[in-house]
């Protein structure tokens, strides 16, 4: 068990008792847990929460209270408060490994693809380069801001990934954020649910779409896009794309497309 682990276990099974479906914890519980199990402080307390959120399971102990079909996730209740929350449903998306992957020419700028890494920050740049948003949703976006950091009503400080403007033929206009994940970073229901109260409250008059990226590959994408149905997040749309040089897209698959296309 590592230190993060041993501190967030501490402090979820000193507060919960059978039949809670919410356990509220303060940042500052971190270092005062830390320093009563004889551990050092974390040097980052943002990176415990976020590791449980986006990165890793919460510690076996925590996950065994959950009831069958349930789990306990991490979510901020406000500046420096968080909450152990049960729910419903599966924690992390995962993509298909079933559905059709899509060949793209690759637009992507030759330097670019030389010098970039297989983290958040190369997947956006190779979506933005691709025009990869607009071919999933089929409409006209615009890259707005990256790495937007901002607070919410009930939640304190988030961050998204980047955000789109769109618009569609009839006029109809979006407000689109973005999430990447790159590496080992799990997309989290959590995440998507901060981008739509994020959308509610900073873009009250835009249509609120969701949206999600993840490597499959150094050269292929999934992307997501995500919905509210009886208050709990769930998924629209999922595609694949490769991109490849426009030569390695031959007329067999060309005729493919055409089909899936009706």
Known sequence: MNIYDKIIEAIFTEKYENGMTSVPFGRQ?????ARALGIDDPKNLGDVIYSYKYRKPLPSAVRETAPEGHYWRMKNTGISQYAFVLTEGREFVEPDAMLVTVKVPDGTPSMVRKYSFSDEQALLAIVRYNRLIDLFLGIVCHSLQNHLRTTVEGIGQIETDEIYVGVDKFGRQFIIPVEAKGGSDKLGVSQIEQDIMLCKE???????????????ARDAVAVFEFGEEDGSIVKLAEKHYKLVPSEEIGDEELSLYGIHGE
Request: hydrophobic letters at 40%.
């Open 29 to 33: 519980e971190i270092i005062e847990k």
């Open 202 to 216: 900073k873009y009250p008059n835009l249509i609120c779409r969701p949206i999600a990226c993840q490597f499959l």
